[in-house]
């Protein structure tokens, strides 16, 4: 028996790639043999960590596919064909509607994601779903396997890593700065992370500024509605770093003051557990996953009015007490999150579905 982890793109950085590989290495310290095939390979990546999916050779019945789903892809398709056993882990699709606006290629992807995962709901043996919201997703698409939830994988000891000192001595400054990391992408809602902002230099303090993590490479009508925005607001201190190094990433989470998340649709959130990780406060919409990733941690607002945002904010701020009691509920549940945990969970789960032979 060979378990062979497959997805439509293994990219450098990204949280689906990360997870499967970090898998890989809980799968090869089980004593099994393992390799990842995916269409397409970033070429930052380490020669060798991945093949091409059409290089995968002949399977057995004994053979398992765990097939990372999370876009539109042939692949979503070509599993139903693989004669062997098939675990899917659901990291979620993003709803086509909200790339409508600003990019054809983004909402036929992900209208060709959901319909594949539609495809799957009776051609897989089992299922694991980043988060309880995908579980729930699934069941409502018509899954009637067993489906157990799994949180990502994340690799905690690259955050221990050096953060970049040119970007620490840049903005560690005396602003209070607020913090969004994510693909610059309409699901995301970088524009109510900016309303928000706008109420709360206005009104509360005007030494602050807001960073704006993320690539909006394939969203750059959407970024350009961003920056009319901000220009119309006539919003000063609003920073758009772009594609930038990972050392730089740690010297944002390690800069600020308040994690501000207004993202309509989330399948886990990992930035969520980095500014945990990173002991920085939390202020989130509750929306689609992002309350299960809390778990009851953070400040979770159950609308966007942006006045009400800012007020939270400056009392995150302001109130020592509070910050403390909001810190401490998300250092107890980042440790829900530690890899040793996930990791057996992983090997209780896996181990199971070889014994049963679904």
């Known amino acids: 028996m060979k378990i062979y982890q497959m997805l439509p793109t293994l990219s450098f950085g990204d949280a689906v790639s990360n997870d499967t590989l970090a898998l890989s290495k809980v799968i090869e310290g089980m004593g099994y043999k393992t390799e990842i095939y995916a269409e397409n390979i970033d070429a930052r990546l380490p020669k060798g960590i991945a093949k091409y999916v059409s290089k995968l050779p002949r399977l057995s ?9 999370s876009t539109g892809s042939k692949l979503n398709y070509k599993l139903a064909e693989y004669r ?10 993003t709803p086509p509607s909200f790339f409508e606006p600003y990019s054809i290629k983004a909402t ?14 009776d051609k897989v043996d089992y299922c694991l779903a980043v988060s309880e919201y995908n579980k729930q997703e699934l069941i409502q698409m018509g899954y009637t396997c067993q489906i157990d939830v799994l949180p990502i994988l994340i690799p905690f000891d690259d955050y221990k890593k050096e953060p970049d000192a040119a970007v620490l001595a840049k903005y560690n400054d005396g602003y209070t700065n607020l913090l969004f990391t994510g693909r610059i992408a309409p699901n995301k809602r970088q524009e109510d992370v900016i309303r928000a902002f706008y109420y709360y230099k206005k009104f509360y303090n005007p030494k602050s500024r807001l960073i704006l993590v993320g ?9 350009q ?11 000063e201190d609003v920073v758009f770093p772009g594609h930038i190094k990972f050392n730089a990433i740690l010297a944002y989470y390690k800069l600020a003051d308040v994690f501000l ?30 309350g299960d990733t809390l778990g009851g941690s953070g400040i979770l607002l159950k609308d966007k009015n942006p006045a009400e945002t800012a007020g939270m904010i400056d009392k995150i701020v302001t109130d020592k007490q509070l910050k403390e009691t909001v810190l401490a509920n998300q250092r107890e549940r980042l440790a829900d999150f530690d890899n040793q945990k996930i990791a057996e969970a992983f090997q209780k789960y896996l181990l199971k579905f070889i014994a049963d032979g679904r």
Request: glycine content about 4%; hydrophobic content about 40%; some cysteine.
């Open 61 to 69: 019945a004994n053979d398992i596919i765990i097939y990372h789903l």
């Open 84 to 93: 062997c056993r098939k675990v899917v882990v659901y990291h979620n699709v």
């Open 108 to 121: 036929q992807l992900c209208s060709d994601g959901l319909e594949g995962v539609r495809y799957l709901a």
């Open 215 to 223: 690539s909006h490479n394939g969203m750059e009508r959407y970024y």
């Open 225 to 235: 509605r961003l920056k009319s925005y901000i220009n119309a607001l006539e919003l």
């Open 261 to 290: 998340c207004q993202s309509e649709h989330e399948g886990f959130c990992v930035p969520l557990v980095e500014a945990m990780c990173f002991d920085t406060p939390i202020v989130a919409f509750d929306s689609s996953a992002i």
